[in-house]
């Protein structure tokens, strides 16, 4: 069985950077579609970012764009969330997911395996 391990996330103040990791273990997720979501309080899960199997398609939340990068290390079994200039609406807990797929997936119900989140807060 599959598993997705988050860490990365802390309090950051505003115009700072994160980079948060996604670690997999129990299976080979090389060929899985991986994705990045966020939850704040009182809020639904959203999209943040997406990338392909191979690593060479990536897509983004528009909220996002510019500001948030997606990579895989797939010998590492290892997602990236590289997160810049970061801005108090990015408050929110972070999930990585993964799903076997040739193309991105962007809709939560899509994905298969999730982590269990890690938090991110940025304060103003």
């Known amino acids: 069985q599959g598993q997705l391990v988050e860490s990365g996330g802390r309090l950051v103040q505003a115009g700072g950077s994160l980079r948060l990791s996604c670690a997999a273990s129990?299976?080979?997720?090389?060929?899985?579609?991986m994705g990045w979501f966020r939850q704040a309080p009182g809020k639904e899960r959203e999209f943040v970012a997406a990338i392909s199997w191979s690593g060479l398609s990536t897509y983004y939340a528009d909220s996002v764009k510019g500001r948030f990068s997606i990579s895989r290390d797939i010998a590492e079994n290892t997602v990236y969330l590289q997160m810049n200039s970061l801005k108090p609406e990015d408050t929110a807990v972070y999930y990585c997911?993964?799903?076997?797929?040739?193309?991105?997936?962007?809709?939560?119900?899509?994905?298969?395996?999730w982590g269990q989140g890690t938090q991110v807060t940025v304060s103003s």
């Open positions: 129990g299976h080979t997720f090389s060929t899985y579609s």
């Open positions: 997911a993964a799903v076997y797929s040739d193309y991105l997936r962007i809709r939560a119900n899509e994905y298969k395996y």
